[in-house]
Nanobody, 121 residues
């Protein structure tokens, strides 16, 4: 399975961006996902937000109250709505998704290529 992320960009502080995470093609349904952030230093810094197959949600402390993760089954996509953005939110965001094969079998996971978000002060 291939996963594609979209929605990165540049905004001013206080602005909003929406990231999307979806499988390529129609052979898989996205079941769960976590968004991670990578800062300039190179290491992944942990979960920004995550949603399970049964819609349990968790957020990193630094984004609680500002970010919202959701799953749209009709669009086969998981979204990360980012509001009240701060310059320190600037980084590359990665989606790690779990997928249910339409034809059955094991549920694979995959990483996206990352999307760059830049928040200017």
């Amino acid at each position: 399975v291939q996963l594609v992320e979209s929605g990165g960009g540049s905004v001013e502080a206080g602005g909003s961006l929406t990231l999307a995470c979806a499988p390529v093609g129609s052979d898989f349904r996205i079941s769960a996902a976590c968004w991670y952030r990578r800062l300039a230093a190179g290491q992944l810094r942990g979960v920004v937000a995550g949603i399970t197959h049964d819609a349990k949600i968790r957020y990193g402390e630094s984004v609680k109250g500002r970010f919202s993760i959701s799953k749209d089954d009709a669009k086969n996509t998981i979204f990360l709505q980012m509001d009240s953005l701060k310059p320190e939110d600037s980084c590359v965001y990665y989606c790690n998704g779990e997928f249910r094969p339409v034809s059955g079998g094991e549920w694979p996971t995959a990483w996206g290529q990352g999307v760059q978000d830049t928040v200017s002060s």
